[in-house]
């Protein structure tokens, strides 16, 4: 591990858009400053960067009363950025994809084995960095122990999307088991981690897990959409790509439940084009749309229920709109 620079690093308190801007500094630094084995594929990441959505939810969480965020918030911002982005780098392994974020895929660029070792590198590199956080002065949990109990539902999120490729019979609750873990558990800890830093009661706790699950799964769920929905150049991947690939998300199983139909002509292969307009026609889009807006409405009442500033209060309901596709955060 590189010492980052005292100019990349602040011991006063920031206000939002420091505090975001400080985490954009430290990512850039921890990937440029990497061991020489690997710089040249951490400064590849490096070129392009991220929306930072599951930073900027730890940094909103993490505002305490005088809407002021702690400097070892922003490490634990940068550490689940760095997560993430292994998790992007091995995704892309599996699924054999040619770009990410716009650029050539790490793999595609310098071979498989050195992007999964970038990517477990990635993983040690973050959990190192917030394990240097000091430890937050009460009997609340420590962050670093927060982080490796996620990413162990991550990885088991992964594994049962894995084990149901092409699996047609996939129900609705056992794809809302894989989507919790595979991208819900990863938000539910930055907004656990983020409450830890606020100084605020610990009854909280729940509430912002639970809004932490909720807006992973909207993400989730709009991605879906998205991919019927959104053409290449708005996404910077491809589209139409979930069943080519063999993932099965909810606007196919609702599709899929409502034509008997379909099932064959999707085993058979289908284009993806037909298969589009079938999932359209069956009321796939609309009805996942729908379980959006239901989870939508329910987190902004939770949010509400927080005795928070009003700053606060519309960081968290900004975060969640982006999170639904509605605004950009």
């Not at 590849?44 to 702690?70: N, Q, V």
Request: glycine share 6%; proline share 3%.
């Amino acid at each position: 591990m590189t010492d980052l620079t005292k100019e990349a690093l602040t011991s006063e308190k920031l206000n939002y858009e420091e505090a975001v801007a400080e985490t954009s500094l430290q990512i850039r630094h921890l990937l440029k400053s990497a061991p020489v084995a690997i710089r040249k594929m951490t400064v590849h990441l490096s070129g392009a960067p991220g929306k930072m959505i599951r930073a900027k939810s730890l940094l909103a969480c993490a505002l305490d009363e005088a809407d002021r965020i702690s400097p070892d918030a922003v490490k634990a911002a940068a550490s689940v950025e760095l997560i993430h982005l292994a998790t992007l780098v091995h995704d892309d392994v599996i699924d054999q994809a040619d770009k990410r974020r716009g650029i050539k895929a790490l793999h595609q660029k310098f071979g498989q084995k050195y992007a999964v070792l970038c990517g477990d590198w990635l993983l040690c590199v973050a959990l190192e960095w917030v394990s240097t956080i000091d430890p937050i002065d009460n009997d609340r949990e420590k962050i670093s122990r927060v982080f490796p109990g996620y990413m162990t539902e991550v990885c088991l999120g992964e594994l049962r999307q894995n084990q149901n490729m092409h699996n047609y019979r996939l129900s609705e609750r056992q794809y809302f088991q894989t989507i919790r873990g595979k991208t819900a558990a990863l938000f539910e800890a930055c907004f656990y981690g983020g409450h830890l830093f606020s100084g605020e009661p610990e009854m909280y706790k729940e509430i912002y897990t639970k809004i932490g699950n909720n807006i992973g799964l909207i993400f989730q769920l709009a991605d879906d959409c998205a991919d019927y929905e959104s053409t290449q150049k708005e996404t910077k991947k491809p589209v139409l790509s979930d069943c080519s690939s063999g993932v099965i998300t909810l606007p196919l199983i609702h599709a899929l439940k409502k034509d008997s139909a379909l099932k064959e002509k999707v085993e058979t292969g289908m284009d993806p084009i037909h298969l589009k307009e079938a999932v359209v026609a069956s009321g796939g889009l609309e009805y996942t749309h729908g379980k959006i807006q239901r989870l939508h409405l329910d987190t902004v009442r939770l949010i509400r229920v927080l005795d928070i500033s009003s700053e606060k209060s519309a960081l968290l309901e900004q975060l969640l709109n982006r999170a639904a596709g509605k605004t950009h955060a």
